[in-house]
């Protein structure tokens, strides 16, 4: 919708939401953790324990999105001269950043809880909350941002405005489920006294996939970063292409949560033949799911060129480019999701994934694009040499 209104505003807001990607690095490191635990107790009927779980991800996720939100709130042009160097975007980003940073305390509450509602048998509830939060937060954007219905046009203002009170209500639905008697409740004697018997486990398998996370999700930040200084077209190809690959990629990351869940519980209940069936029928549906992610990407490829006009046609370049490399990478971050993220983990080896990302990350993909950066500068440079001579 941002694109509509002009390129900047697309191309702040993407760069400003990197700060969001980073915060919800923790929340999947948090949720992952919360799920081993708590799928294999759930599976043994050990009520107490995924309450004691819930507790202690809280503690963490509460502290990691205060901190977040003080940055946000008070410092949110300095977090933007992270990603890029043009001043109108810095300010326009930070704007942004001022409204949408409160989201993060509703956030840090609210997907916890839901987590844990997946694994203690209301996956469809918890389901239909989120979907409802962000079938709001489609609608706000599109009201807020034009002006629709005589209210004002806020354009980057509303889509922050539109985020922070989705959020909210989310939290809402969150703390309506919690008064009813069937629930996993948040209580607080656990949430408020010392430390709890489940804090070491859950951290033990939490600190590798909070590694393993941020390994990756900074990896995809410096990419954002290095998108920002080579120019505003290539920010804001990296928007869309980014926008469009997690729309489709939602089907592959369900099959990958759903797979942790799955063969958690069964572990739990110590039906480890049953466990390993499950684990190798998700393998392949998995596989499947990747591949019918890619071509749905490709056949959509044409349409969304198409509604990109407001781009510039370097812009548009880039943007078609991304879309073909996007459609391979989905195959992979299928299988990576259930195999790694859901299977693996549910079976405590929470190690893997972060030496995967640490080598195919890091020491392949960042470096060839600092050197991409590198030499793009130095053909700058010599042309600037040329010139003055």
Sequence with gaps: MLGLVNQNSLSAVSLATQIQFVLNLFYAALTIGATILAAQY??????????????????????????????AAFFP???????TRETELINMGASYLRIAGWSFLCTGVSQIYLCIMKNSGK??????????SVLLNILLNGVLIFGLFGAPRLEIQGAALA????????????????????TIRIRRNLLLLGPLPLTKDFLRYTSPVMANELVWGCGFTMFTIIMGHLGNDAVAANSIANIVKNLIACMCLGIGTGSGIMVGNELGRKNLALAREYGEKLCRISL?????????????????????GGLSSQARHYLQSMLY????????????????????CAG??????????IITMWLIIVLLAFQRLFIQASCVSCILSAESG
Aim: charged fraction near 15%.
């Design 163 to 182: 985020t922070l009170i989705s959020r909210a209500a989310e939290l809402i639905f969150v703390a309506a489920e919690h008064v009813k008697k069937d």
């Design 288 to 308: 499947w799911a990747g591949l019918l992610s890619g071509a749905l990407l490709l056949a959509c490829t044409p349409v969304i060129l198409s509604f990109s």
């Design 123 to 132: 996956a469809v509830r918890s389901t239909l909350y989120s979907s409802v």
């Design 77 to 83: 042009a300095l977090l933007m001269r992270i990603f």
């Design 42 to 71: 759930w599976g043994k009927g050990d009520r107490e324990a995924v309450e004691q779980i819930l507790a202690v991800a809280l503690r963490i996720s509460i502290s990691v999105s205060l901190a977040f939100f003080l940055a």
């Design 325 to 344: 490399i996007c459609s391979y990478y989905l195959i992979g971050k299928s299988v990576n999701s259930t195999v790694i993220a859901g299977i693996f």
């Design 348 to 357: 405590g080896d929470t190690k893997f994934g972060f030496f995967c990302d």
